[in-house]
């Protein structure tokens, strides 16, 4: 292609500059003239490419790419064979950068490679279920962006297949990610082989180095077929339930391998619960409620709690610091008796003590509107009365307030839609940009929300759970109508 001579591929797409290149494809931006709109053109090329059989099986699988939508999927938007030679496929233009690219040879934080994987596993699941498989995965194919990972080159597969292994025993593509099944006999392709690729990789971002220590590619390869892998090494906040996880998924024969659907389901939970490697901590917002933020390296993510619970939760350990500051206070600190009482042991006086003493402010009539002030000693001095046995005073009993409710139902309209799981439904619609928003929620009963990001954002998602059960369901936007991935 002559350098500064624009080209436009099927009549619509203005090849822009090049964002990569390998040994069988050519990655450009450019602009859809007809949509208005970013979007990758990977230019496919290779000996195998010649002949009409192979074109032909690139088409169909990128036919089947296309039909997949999924929140951790670069979606497929075109096809097309420039010249009859040359096929090309358009693809969504991911920001970010890929996992190679972020990670290098590094080990990563054990919750955000679980996170990561889990993302990965679940965009596989969804494949193997529409029947496609995607060949290639590792971390060169898979973005991280503001929102997670997106697995991309799905509808390209067949091509990796047809040139990973050359005349000359010369390896095409990354073979340290290859199932011992695709380097025998007859190249077997099944989704089993895509579940292997996923454990090399989640051993190497725990790990930061693969499960053989191989010098050569011939060697790598034999590993693949021959040898096993080295257990996953003990790792701060790596449960055993992973390493056996890793070790399953790197088995020799495919049926000894779980299916994605129950490595995503297992990753997810250790995500979860893998607090270590995050940074917690309860926020109270302006409308009452309380967010738990978990900070990982990747970008900062929310977790909503049900905020009575948060709540209750606060109050409970300020009371017993409260009993505790009065309990080792000394009794010579306390008010003899006969005194006369500090202004903050008279009746209907608002209760101020140490160094707030000479600056009293009425106590609010509203507690979520104004700062909560706490002084070295909350319940004031005691005054015991003659004769009598004063009692240790306790504070009011705090009625936890009841969680807010979800946004009131929207009546859907144009480009808004009602999306129905067993965990609840929400009502979405699209914004400008194809952002994702979601308009209202319901929960099922049982059920409560664990997280959400109502947007507007690129895939708008929110989780029910029920016990160990968990509901995802991620709204994504293409041409401004909103569409459901639920898993």
Not at 310 to 325: D, K, N, P, Q, T
């Amino acid at each position: 292609m002559p350098m500064g001579s624009p080209r436009i591929m099927g009549g619509r797409y203005r090849l822009e500059d090049v964002l990569g290149s390998g040994g069988m494809s050519v990655v450009w931006r450019a602009r859809d003239e007809v949509l208005g709109r970013r979007v990758a053109v990977k230019l496919l090329s290779g000996k195998h490419l010649r002949d009409r059989t192979s074109r032909r099986r690139i088409r169909d699988e990128a036919r089947m790419a296309a039909a997949l939508s999924h929140p951790h999927v670069a979606q497929i938007y075109d096809y097309g064979d420039m010249d009859g030679a040359s096929p090309y496929v358009v693809m969504e233009l991911v920001p970010g950068e890929t996992l190679e690219q972020r990670t290098g040879d590094e080990p990563v934080p054990p919750a955000l490679a679980f996170r990561w994987c889990s993302q990965v596993a679940a965009a596989l699941s969804a494949a193997h279920a529409s029947g496609l498989v995607h060949r290639d995965i590792k971390p060169a194919n898979i973005m991280v962006t503001p929102t997670g990972v997106k697995v991309v080159d799905f509808g390209i597969a067949a091509l990796a297949s047809l040139a990973e292994i050359d005349e000359g025993d010369v390896i095409l593509g990354t073979p340290a990610y290859l199932a011992p099944e695709r380097l025998g006999e007859g190249n077997q392709v099944v989704p089993a082989s895509d579940v292997y690729s996923l454990g090399v990789l989640l051993y190497k971002l725990l790990a930061g180095r693969l499960p053989w220590s191989a010098a050569t590619t011939t060697q790598l390869l034999t590993d693949h077929v021959f040898t096993e892998p080295e257990p996953l090494p003990a790792i701060e906040g790596v449960p055993d339930e992973i390493a056996d996880l890793c070790r399953a998924c790197l088995q020799k024969d495919p049926a000894d391998r779980p299916p994605a659907s129950e490595v995503a389901r297992i990753l997810a939970d250790a995500a979860s619960i893998s607090l270590p490697d995050m940074s917690i901590s309860p926020v109270l917002v302006a409308d009452g409620s309380i967010k738990v933020v978990e900070v990982g390296d990747d970008a900062t993510t929310q977790r909503i709690g049900q905020p009575w619970r948060a709540m209750a939760a606060l109050l409970a350990l300020a009371v017993i610091g409260v009993l505790a500051v009065f309990a080792l206070r000394p009794a010579s600190q306390r008010t003899p008796a006969g005194a006369a009482p500090p202004p903050s042991a008279v009746p209907g006086s608002p209760v101020v003590s140490g160094s707030l003493a000479g600056s009293a402010q009425p106590t609010p009539s509203n507690p979520r509107s104004a700062p909560h002030l706490v002084s070295p000693d909350p319940l004031g001095p005691v005054v015991p009365v003659p004769g009598e046995v004063t009692p240790t005073p306790l504070p009011p009993a705090v009625t936890p307030p009841p969680p807010p409710p979800p946004p009131p139902p929207t009546t859907a309209g144009p480009g808004t839609e009602t999306f129905t799981s067993v965990g609840g439904s929400v009502t979405a619609t699209c914004t400008g940009a194809d952002l994702a928003k979601l308009l209202s929620w319901t929960v099922a009963r049982t059920y409560r929300v664990d997280a959400l990001d109502a947007g507007p954002a690129p895939t708008a998602t929110i989780v029910f759970r029920h016990g160990d059960e968990y509901v995802h369901m991620a709204v994504t936007c293409r041409d401004g109508q909103p569409s459901a991935s639920i898993w």
